[in-house]
């Protein structure tokens, strides 16, 4: 049985980059850092969720080939690698405080059905949204 998410890996094209973004930028807190066996190691998590890492991974060898590689950086570059969303309590408060940390958006936050939203890039491409979400009703049964 699956009991949830353990771990998102977020294609990256340099590591120092995606460290200054996350972690820097992002107020991500690093869980790991280290080369081991020609791979480099890091993850990330947001301080108020641990239980859910990202791993920031270089596409290539040794996990995928130098072809496949070209391509999944080809597709981070160009934006088609929508990761997710980032939950927030106050999408404009958060929005306000990430612009004035040099985070650049693709969309102000905006009301939407399921609350406030708003979007972003990472440094290489990968597109996010930042989420408040409104309260789930359930109706009675």
């Given at each position: 049985?699956?009991?949830?998410?353990?771990?998102?890996?977020?294609?990256?094209?340099?590591?120092?980059?995606?460290?200054?973004?996350?972690?820097?930028?992002?107020?991500?807190?690093?869980?790991?850092?280290?080369?081991?066996?020609?791979?480099h190691?890091?993850?990330?998590?947001?301080?108020?969720q641990?239980?859910?890492?990202?791993?920031?991974?270089?596409?290539?060898?040794?996990?995928?080939?130098?072809?496949?590689?070209?391509?999944?950086?080809?597709?981070?570059a160009?934006?088609?690698?929508?990761?997710?969303?980032?939950?927030?309590?106050?999408?404009?408060?958060?929005?306000?405080?990430?612009?004035?940390?040099?985070?650049?958006?693709?969309?102000?936050?905006?009301?939407?059905?399921?609350?406030?939203?708003a979007?972003?890039?990472?440094?290489?491409?990968?597109?996010?949204?930042?989420?408040q979400?409104?309260?789930?009703?359930?109706?009675?049964?």
């Amino acid at each position: 049985m699956i009991t949830g998410m353990a771990l998102v890996c977020v294609n990256v094209l340099d590591m120092d980059e995606a460290r200054d973004f996350y972690v820097g930028k992002l107020g991500f807190e690093i869980d790991i850092d280290q080369v081991q066996d020609g791979f480099h190691w890091m993850v990330v998590h947001a301080p108020a969720q641990p239980e859910v890492p990202l791993m920031l991974v270089l596409p290539g060898p040794p996990v995928v080939d130098g072809d496949v590689a070209n391509q999944l950086r080809s597709l981070v570059a160009t934006g088609h690698m929508s990761v997710g969303a980032f939950a927030t309590q106050d999408c404009w408060a958060t929005y306000r405080d990430l612009r004035a940390r040099g985070v650049e958006f693709i969309e102000e936050p905006e009301e939407r059905f399921y609350g406030v939203d708003a979007a972003f890039r990472d440094p290489f491409g990968n597109h996010w949204r930042l989420t408040q979400r409104k309260p789930i009703v359930t109706p009675p049964r």
